[in-house]
């Protein structure tokens, strides 16, 4: 217990905790990765849409999302490389991640697979392709 002067408080023991959360409403996303498509949500009611995709809309509210796919067309907004990496990519070189502003209006963060530093920069045109590993399928940028 501490306590501050004017101030009397106690605190507690850390308390821990676990959300179990749902996929069920968006096993159509992870279904189309591993056939080769990325859909983004959009909300049935307002329009709404997400990436990456979510079972309630943000905006309305409503927890009927139909799924649209991303064709892969997209432009840089920004990038950045990673060169301290986190614990779980440690074993891995530095990588590059950007935002892309896609065809359909979202905003999609994932990896660059071939950043040819000569051509990385704001406004390069990417396409977004789907990609196998060992852990499940993903997404990723290639630069054009
Ligand atoms: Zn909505």
Redesign the pocket.
Known sequence: MTTSPGKPKFISKPITFSLEISTRKLSEFWKGLENGKVYASK??????LSFPPVAD??????SEPEWMEIEGEGEIETFTHIMIRPKNFAESPPYTVAVAKMKEGVKILAWVTNPEYSKLKTGAKVRLVTEKSETGATYAFTLH
Do not use: E, N, V
């Open positions: 909300c049935r009611k307002c329009g709404s809309c943000s905006t309305c509210l409503s």
